[in-house]
């Protein structure tokens, strides 16, 4: 009689903590991904770290279409921040196949989250290698000085080498 109760326990206490996870964060992110029908070709789902770190937030790249783009995981990833941009995360995760690639301030994917409906989407992906960390917490990409023009095509390679280490090298 004694484990039922402690098996009960466990049980509803597992329970508890993928309704809560599923409803803070993996339904909103959900939802915002699919009010565009253009995110179709990407499986990328949003889940608290281990489920139950309500500091982390992972953002987890499970599929890519042969037919989508950069863009296309770019902007799945936006309508994500956008989606909770009213939740407060120290942390952010990119991770693929549940495999951490990059982390990011949780300020930042706010920040990604409250300009999403008006800062210019090219602006946002040139500038946001330079905002990433690898796992281990060091500077994933440097930053660019000199001529515009310059420094726009040294982030905008940052932006392809961040993709090709976020998932495309794995596939």
């Known amino acids: 009689m004694k484990y039922r109760r402690i098996v009960f326990g466990l049980t509803f206490a597992i329970a508890a903590v993928a309704v809560v ?13 699919a009010g565009d029908p253009r995110n179709k070709d990407v499986a990328m789902v949003a ?37 909770l941009k009213d939740r407060s995360f120290t942390t952010v995760q990119l991770a693929y196949r549940g495999i951490t690639k990059f982390q990011m301030s949780g300020s930042y994917f706010h920040q990604l989250g409250d300009e999403r409906d008006w800062q210019n989407p090219l602006y946002t992906i040139r500038t946001m290698p330079s905002n990433l960390l690898d796992p281990n917490g060091i500077s994933a990409f440097g930053t660019w000085t000199g001529g515009l023009l310059g420094v726009m095509g040294k982030q905008m390679e940052d932006h392809e080498n961040m993709h090709r280490k976020w998932y495309l090298d794995a596939m």
């Open 47 to 83: 889940h608290l770290r281990w489920g139950i770190d309500p500091t982390t937030v992972v953002i987890d790249l499970w599929n890519v279409s042969s037919t989508a783009s950069m863009a296309d995981v770019d902007r799945a990833m936006l309508d994500i921040a956008a989606a």
């Open 21 to 33: 996870n599923f409803f803070y964060v993996t339904w909103p992110a959900y939802a915002a991904k």
